[in-house]
């Protein structure tokens, strides 16, 4: 496993869509690792992976429930909406208010292809909307109402 660099938002790579994975091998799993390892130390909730560099369709997501692994995801179902904060990986030490379905049905595979689907609400939903949006070449901040905030806060 290792750390990878986190590209940000003046990098042309995040505004590329994704492509399919067709092999699931020891590569896919040593990308997963490696997005989960800088995930946590980036002290994420979710993290794609063209955000380190990877043009592929895989994401992951941990919002304090244990990580979930997509590759190929697909959204399959969206319900409700919610108004929120948003902030990402990728526009370090900035944020704003982002509306999102409040309800998501996905279908998926693992890191060994096998398919699966998984249901999000909330903050979940959110994350995995957030996320599935780098696979497409979105950031959050092509969908901000109002300001982009600055934190100026040394803690943060």
């Not at 130390?41 to 244990?66: T, Y």
């Not at 982002?98 to 959110?126: C, H, L, S």
Request: charged letters at 35%; proline letters at 3%; hydrophobic letters at 40%.
């Amino acid at each position: 496993m290792a750390v990878r660099t986190i590209r940000t938002e003046k990098e042309e790579l995040l505004r590329k869509k994704s492509k399919v994975v067709k092999k699931f091998d020891e590569n896919l799993a040593s990308l997963i690792e490696d997005m989960k390892e800088t995930m946590y130390l980036a002290q994420g909730v979710g993290i794609a992976a063209p955000q380190v560099g990877v043009l592929k369709r895989v994401f992951v997501v941990d919002i304090g429930e244990g990580p979930i692994e997509f590759v190929n995801p697909e959204i399959l179902e969206v319900e409700g909406e919610q108004f929120g904060e948003e902030g990402c990986l990728s526009v370090p030490k900035r944020y704003g208010h982002v509306r999102r379905p409040n309800y998501v049905k996905m279908r998926a595979q693992d890191r060994k292809g096998e398919w699966f689907e998984i249901e999000g609400e909330e903050f979940m939903a959110r994350a995995m909307l957030h996320e599935n949006d780098h696979l497409e070449g979105t950031l959050f901040i092509d969908k901000v109402e109002g300001e982009l905030v600055e934190i100026t806060n040394q803690d943060e």
